[in-house]
């Protein structure tokens, strides 16, 4: 069965200071994407980021980066520079077997000035 | 969110009513898809698809019908509305390939059936 699991329901961090959103999955399909979404209060859904499976590289966008660990099984978020704006729900997101997608339950991050 | 246009932004049914939410993208994405995201929760897969003509069931197809007749248009059906179907819907269109990757949501559509 395929899951996804975001470990920490909330987190602060001082502005300009980099933070990294935990997530791990489970999948036994040896091609699947990993996805981070940014929810603002506002409710609308920001892709951020996407790493695939048989990706060599590490994905980047620009204050957004994705620390892949194929082998644990983690696809962590780093923002850097964190900004006031920054304070969202983040959800990680897992498409397998074409594109059936699973999200996570989110972190909500807040960005303290 | 120019590329994915979602109607309507409210809707209110009465139990038993159909309606369909109508999803629409410009931007020639083979990738939609259909969520649902109750209080609290993340995202949940309704129906995707992954071209014209195709479609599958996601985590919760239950009460929901999907058509995608062209690369643009993926309307979603509710066939017989439930107060278990009160939530916020979200259409989205995505291109799938490494750093080029996009994904793109409507604005959501907020449902409430009494």
Redesign the interface.
């Known amino acids: 069965a395929q899951k996804i699991t975001q470990t920490q329901p909330g987190m602060f961090v001082q502005e300009k200071e980099a933070v990294t959103l935990d997530c791990t999955y489970d999948t036994s399909d040896p091609s699947y994407g990993l996805f981070w979404y940014k929810q603002p209060s506002s409710g609308e859904m920001i892709f951020l980021i996407y790493q695939g499976s048989y990706d060599q590289q590490n994905a980047t966008e620009g204050r957004y980066s994705l620390n892949f660990q194929k082998a644990r099984k983690s696809a962590n978020l780093v923002i850097s520079a964190s900004q006031l704006g920054d304070s969202a729900m983040y959800f990680c997101a897992m498409a397998t077997g074409g594109f059936k997608t699973i999200f996570g339950a989110g972190t909500r991050l807040f960005v303290k000035a | 969110?120019a590329g994915v246009t979602q109607t309507p932004k409210f809707q209110v049914l009465k139990t038993g009513q159909s309606m369909t939410l109508q999803c629409a993208q410009d931007m020639n994405h083979e990738?939609m898809?259909w969520?649902r995201q109750d209080p609290g929760?993340?995202?949940?897969?309704i129906h995707?698809s992954?071209g014209a003509g195709i479609t599958?069931q996601?985590?919760v197809p239950n009460g929901y019908n999907v058509s995608r007749s062209t690369t643009e248009d993926f309307p979603l059906r509710l066939l017989s509305a439930a107060p278990s179907q009160t939530s916020?819907y979200?259409c989205?269109s995505?291109y799938?390939k490494?750093?080029d990757?996009?994904?793109?949501?409507g604005?959501?559509t907020r449902l409430t059936v009494v």
Do not use: C, P
Request: proline share 0%.
């Open positions: 969110n990738y898809s969520y929760m993340g995202l949940r897969l995707y992954v599958d996601g985590e916020v979200f989205a995505s799938i490494s750093q990757t996009e994904a793109f949501f604005q959501g």
